[in-house]
DNA sequence: CGAAACGTTGAAAGCTCTCAATTATGGTGG
DNA sequence: CCACCATAATTGAGAGCTTTCAACGTTTCG
């Protein structure tokens, strides 16, 4: 394994329900909503409040749906291990992937608007997450600035990021930005930012990046002759982030 | 042209300032925070502050800049009447259009994440809007659940169409998709769905769909070819919006 | 009227896709 | 523990779509 999972995935054995706060507490720092949970001279009753409105659910395991497409939408979901990929098929049978999501990130924002679900999430490997009811949050924001605050933020760097596979760019671009974004984000939440272990299949990156599975295998094969990455199978290891940032540059940088 | 502005574009007399009333009332059925302005059962006194914290920002033209890229956040801004783009320039000089803007339509909320413009919002044609300040739009918004809602909405149906580009599709598909979302934006303005006129150049055209500027020629030429549109110039109308919509089904659908 | 920007059209090159075959991996059951 | 199967990944060759480069026609506006 390229890093070490900060965060216990062994909690299996505790019926879903009301996180305890040690859980909850210790959680908290690399979540999506660590400004809004940990923020300073906030009253207690609100922190509680909002740790009362999460519910830790059972274990994912790999293509287990967390929710599945036009499921009225209730809830948004942080990540707390493993991954999970957002995604729809079209009417020729091809699926699209949107993205890929982290522990400490969040799914489910841009369910908001159409009140449906309007993706599948699915469990790419073992996955524990933590389950915000929608309602409750809104209700709980109007009285906690600071927790309205935290969730235009992520909806608005939501919108952002989308833009990110906009460009028309190079297939070498592309891959390279792919793993330069997410070395990023695992060093965001405390894991190796160059070694790492892509949880997801050649296809599903190719349908994220809209290229051929076939295109995926070659430009990481080119990568590597050029000496920028080693990759072992899901194991991948940036060699020469400062080569790959160049690559990476025109799409991760405006 | 092809459809007339109901909106009157000759305020640029008027100094800048709060919105009368009037003024106000007769925008706020088209526009985007009409939800919230217009709510039945709302106190007289909290609509007032939202029309207070309104700025109608003079007329601009042509090539003037909304904002710039990187200029600290402050304000997002509501589409009056007229065209804007927002994009932003790579390294390598190249221009990339993240979106087009019509009446109606809110302009700044991706800036809300990184407290700054990510990128350039310029007029393409003549141009005037609402100007509401972001900071206190957040605390009216903590008083006013239907404004914080209408927030969350609008972000998240950004969040959605931002993957509307995403997919790997034809010219032709993309073309389509484009004609005919531009047409429905406007028809939930009031103007035709089928009938317009085009305020962008082929090339923003280009830097937005991810083709080249003589791609788009070909495609609008070969659509016309097939009885599906009528080009003249930057006229456009959709003469089957069955066949349109066929090609556009696969990437507006999902 | 003339310059400059915009738009159109043609021909050749390049990148990625598709199709096909081969190799590697991981899980299952004997 | 190993054989076996299904899935995933890799590699090669040819086709297709879009791009690039270049030239020409059109519109706009000083």
Redesign the interface.
């Known amino acids: 394994m390229g890093h070490e999972r900060r965060i216990p995935t062994d909690n299996s054995l505790a019926p879903p329900g009301i996180a305890d706060d040690g859980d909850a507490m210790a959680f908290c720092t690399t979540c999506a909503f660590g400004a809004a949970c940990t923020a300073e001279g906030y009253d207690k009753n609100a922190l509680r409040e909002l740790h009362c409105l999460v519910e830790h659910t059972g274990i994912y395991h790999e293509g287990d749906y967390v929710f599945r497409k036009n499921t009225p939408f209730t809830a948004i979901y942080a990540m707390r291990a493993g991954m999970v990929k957002t995604c729809?098929?079209?009417?020729?049978g091809r699926e699209?992937v949107?993205g890929f999501f982290l522990p400490g990130e969040m799914i489910g924002?841009?369910?908001?608007?159409?009140e449906r679900y309007?993706?599948d999430a699915i469990a790419l490997d073992t996955v524990t997450l933590c389950q915000f009811s929608f309602p409750a949050m809104?209700t709980l924001?109007?009285?906690m600035?600071t927790l309205?605050?935290q969730?235009?933020?992520?909806?608005?760097?939501?919108?952002?990021n989308?833009?990110l596979?906009?460009?028309?760019h190079s297939a070498d671009e592309r891959l390279a930005a792919f793993l330069i974004d997410l070395g990023a984000r695992y060093a965001a939440r405390g894991f190796s930012a160059t070694r790492f272990r892509l949880s997801m299949s050649r296809t599903d990156i190719a349908n994220y990046l809209?290229?051929a599975a076939e295109t995926v295998s070659r430009v990481l094969r080119r990568l590597q002759n050029q000496n920028l990455i080693h990759v072992s199978g899901r194991e991948v290891e940036i060699v020469d982030p400062a080569g790959m940032n160049a690559l990476a540059?025109?799409i991760l940088?405006?």
């Open positions: 729809l098929v079209d009417e020729r699209h949107l924002l841009n369910a908001i608007y159409p309007p993706c809104v924001s109007t009285r600035p309205q605050q969730l235009f933020k992520l909806m608005s760097k939501d919108i952002g989308a833009s596979l906009a460009g028309d809209h290229l540059r025109c940088q405006p």
